[in-house]
């Protein structure tokens, strides 16, 4: 949009003084965020409504991207920058004598998401806007969201994380689209009067759905979207009936991100959660079509729901329901219908972690859900044992040993399954979902994850984002393939000391924000070393904690002076009911206080553990890495987006041949990355034989034994219960994640970025090469991947001159 600064001055102090009754210069932060927020909003508001009229009046195909979670992380300065009024808003609050930056430190971030999956969720709508498609999202307001983390004695802690105590500026009250969502009692069948039946509903309690929206800006105002949050509330005829217990019933559905599962209520809770959010979403997406005036049997034609994992897969039991009961529709024609709207993602390799719910929680809470699943199983079964027998049709049924299976539900109801990554695509067919491949072949198609180059590169490193667009042109912002340009730079020596002072930027503004945060002088000198995931087992914390350890003892203990320094920092949040990863939390942060405050090792050794590891967190931390470590065991990981966000900023990826790294090895080349341990033929044949010993490599690795004696023998102090767990899931529990076995291969590698790093040239060569090799990891290409594979849909427009992802040939 055309704005002047002039312009903006005039329209802020305006804001300011309607909203605040008052100047500028007497407000605080907050109203100043407030008032900074809500007129952005403003600048974006009419492009929001023009978009809207645009999808209904040439009725567009619209995509609706179901997800339990999104993380989008802050929104003032993405807006800003996708308005392309940044630069205005900057010079402006320059004027005014206000700071931009304190002012950003003040915008709370949405805490209704926790990891990979619901980054990657605000990635694509982004990337869906940037493209100029209709990608909307659809989800749960959550009022306190996951948890905020902090450590207390190197414990974590969970705090709420009330992130919407004060007004939030991006979203807009919609009670005009609330809907009524009806869960419990009981359900039973009766005539309609014309030879149909019809569902009776009785004792139900009856929740309110009301949407909060906020618009999702396109890049350079390609189109704007809306992300749909759902609360839960009292209906107003239930206003004054209900008991205190139903009334807490409602409240508690968006009250928290990821309910303790642990307990019966947990789960039941967050069923809940789960049917709220679908039936909520699936009713607006039917008003949505509505509008268009057109014959039921053309949803597929104008309407594509993708389901980011199992926990939306109720979208197909309820899409069928309206359809059957509400549009009096066959039972036939409604189930083409909904096969051929619905597509499924799935996040999860391991087929024993795919989601299940017991069938007396699931027919209580939602009975009118479990008579059409029941039904859409019968007839699944009716229908392919004639053609696959016995074994393999009762292997893919929905219900069955008194579990409902929602990947089975999802693969069955939907006319597309994706993994995510090439591996994660092949283990699913070869493996996981191996019966389902062999009678659904067509349905199976694979769609790498993506980050949007934006938010992770743009925005959280200008420095670099200037240096690569004075090398090679402005091209590569709105066609990320033209990153690859800038390998023509690899032997520019210039270029290369360019991008070490850039890096080296990053380094010390992630050092100020350490010191301020944790009163710890970091050594910017040293390699920065970056382990930032959700903290769980088979990611392999614990293995770092081992490499750490040994290079503790190393120095320490034998007395070695020639070690390359290293920063080791780690993000993670443990689940709050996941005793092991809170271990293993504990036991970094003692080693981290131990080492941090030796005056022996903390010049060639230190350890920062970010605490509330969260977007804005990243945006500091993805810059300054050197090292991107992505060392899950080889074929647990379904993909891995981190490893595309570091390797895009400049960091050289240590990792296994497990997820997206498979993809991230094979366009960077073998000699620019350090891969090491197992693949997954080996893991798969070790896991078959059966034959792992843990205690042999502990028994005959001298270096491996005293690291995991330090576990116990008191080295780490403060861990006695901790250290002793870790211990024991090494050598008494059979090691599941195959650490042992893998960390002479680590160490060494590791050992061999060492000696890389006394050559910057060579290093910063190969930190050149990932950066120019990450634009096919843009969730830009994967988007548009989805919306010629998979949605068919188009842009709302032609695509722009500098916009060139193309949605007709494969990218």
């Given at each position: 949009m055309e704005l002047t600064t002039k312009q903006f001055v005039k329209d802020f102090k305006e804001r300011y003084f309607n909203k605040y009754s008052n100047e500028y210069t007497t407000g605080t932060d907050e109203q100043l965020y407030y008032a900074l927020g809500t007129l952005i909003r403003s600048y974006a508001s009419k492009g929001w409504k023009n978009m809207r009229d645009n999808y209904i009046d040439n009725r567009r195909k619209q995509v609706y991207y179901f997800s339990i979670e999104f993380l989008p992380g802050k929104f003032l300065l993405k807006n800003a920058y996708n308005l392309g009024i940044l630069e205005t808003v900057k010079e402006g609050l320059k004027e005014l004598d206000l700071d931009l930056d304190?002012?950003?430190?003040?915008?709370?971030?949405?805490?209704?998401?926790?990891?990979?999956?619901?980054?990657?969720?605000s990635c694509y709508l982004d990337s869906g806007a940037a493209l100029g498609l209709p990608v909307h999202g659809n989800g749960i307001r959550y009022k306190y969201g996951l948890f905020k983390q902090k450590f207390v004695d190197g414990h974590q802690v969970e705090l709420p994380d009330n992130w919407l105590k004060d007004p939030y500026p991006w979203e807009i009250r919609n009670n005009v689209s609330a809907v009524t969502v009806r869960m419990g009692g009981n359900v039973w069948m009766r005539e309609d009067g014309i030879g149909g039946l019809e569902p009776v509903y009785e004792d139900t309690l009856d929740i309110l759905a009301v949407p909060y929206d906020n618009a999702l800006i396109g890049y350079n105002e390609a189109t704007t979207n809306n992300l749909r949050l759902w609360s839960a509330e009292v209906t107003p005829e239930d206003e004054g009936k209900l008991d205190k217990h139903s009334r807490l019933q409602i409240k508690e559905i968006n009250e928290n991100l990821y309910p303790d599962d642990t307990t019966y209520e947990g789960k039941r809770l967050r069923l809940k959660q789960e049917y709220f959010f679908v039936s909520a979403g699936v009713q607006s997406v039917i008003r949505q079509f509505k509008k268009y005036d057109l014959p039921r049997k053309q949803i597929p034609d104008k309407i594509a729901i993708q389901i980011n994992?199992?926990?939306?897969?109720?979208?197909?039991?309820?899409?069928?329901?309206?359809?059957?009961?509400?549009?009096?529709l066959s039972w036939e024609r409604a189930w083409e219908i909904t096969v051929n709207t619905v597509a499924y993602t799935n996040h999860t390799i391991l087929s024993e972690a795919m989601e299940t719910w017991e069938i007396g929680m699931f027919k209580e809470l939602l009975p009118r859900m479990y008579q059409i699943i029941e039904e859409i199983n019968r007839r699944h079964v009716q229908e392919q044992l004639p053609l696959y027998g016995r074994s393999l049709t009762y292997a893919t049924q929905i219900i069955k040993d008194g579990q409902i299976h929602m990947a089975h539900l999802a693969i069955i109801g939907s006319h597309s399954t994706n993994g995510v990554a090439s591996l994660h695509t092949e283990i699913l067919k070869d493996d996981s979902l191996k019966q389902f491949y062999e009678m659904f072949p067509h349905r199976f198609n694979n769609k790498t994850n993506?980050?949007?180059?934006r938010r992770f590169l743009h925005l959280c490193n200008p420095g670099l984002t200037e240096l690569i667009t004075k090398k090679i042109g402005n091209e590569w912002k709105t066609n990320p393939s033209e990153l690859k340009i800038f390998k023509g730079q690899e032997t520019n020596k210039q270029t290369l000391k360019?991008?070490?002072?850039?890096?080296?930027?990053?380094?010390?503004r992630l050092a100020k924000y350490v010191k301020e945060q944790q009163g710890l002088e970091i050594n910017t000198d040293a390699i920065f070393d970056v382990m930032i995931k959700r903290l769980h087992a088979y990611k392999r914390q614990q293995l770092q904690l081992l490499h750490i350890i040994d290079r503790y003892l190393r120095i320490k203990v034998d007395g070695e002076t020639d070690i390359q320094p290293r920063v080791f920092i780690f993000g993670a949040k443990a689940a709050p009911g996941y005793r092991f990863a809170k271990q293993v939390i504990k036991v970094i942060n003692e080693l981290a206080n131990l080492i941090n405050h030796d005056d022996e090792v903390n010049d060639k050794l230190?350890?920062?553990?970010?605490?509330?590891?969260?977007?804005?967190?990243a945006e500091y931390i993805i810059p300054a890495a050197e090292i991107s470590e992505q060392i899950s065991l080889a074929g647990k990981e379904a993909s891995g987006t981190g490893n595309m966000k570091m390797m895009l900023n400049g960091a050289i990826t240590v990792g296994t041949m497990d997820g997206a790294n498979v993809e991230i090895h094979d366009y960077v080349g073998e000699d620019n990355i350090y891969i090491f341990g197992m693949d997954r033929e080996e893991v798969r044949d070790m896991n078959w034989s059966g034959g792992y010993n843990p205690r042999e490599f502990y028994e005959t690795n001298p270096r491996l034994q005293r690291a995991i004696n330090a576990?116990?023998?008191?080295?780490?102090?403060?861990?006695?219960?901790?250290?002793?767990?870790?211990y024991d899931a090494f050598l008494v529990h059979g090691d599941e994640y195959y650490c042992l076995k893998d960390f002479d291969s680590f160490v060494h590698v590791q050992e061999d970025v060492d000696k890389l790093y006394q050559n910057k040239t060579e290093w910063n060569r190969k930190s050149l090469l990932n950066i120019a090799s990450a634009g096919p990891f843009s969730s830009d290409f994967a988007v548009a991947r989805y919306a010629t594979d998979i949605w068919n849909a188009r842009p709302v427009h032609k695509a722009k001159k500098d916009q060139v992802v193309s949605f007709d040939q494969p990218i």
């Open positions: 304190r002012i950003v430190e003040i915008e709370p971030e949405p805490a209704i998401g926790n990891g990979g999956l619901g980054r990657l969720a994992d199992t926990h939306p897969a109720l979208v197909i039991p309820e899409l069928m329901r309206i359809l059957l009961d509400e549009e009096k993506g980050i949007t180059q360019e991008l070490e002072k850039v890096k080296l930027a990053n380094k010390k230190q350890i920062v553990f970010i605490e509330n590891y969260n977007v804005s967190k576990l116990v023998d008191g080295t780490i102090p403060n861990v006695t219960h901790e250290g002793r767990d870790i």
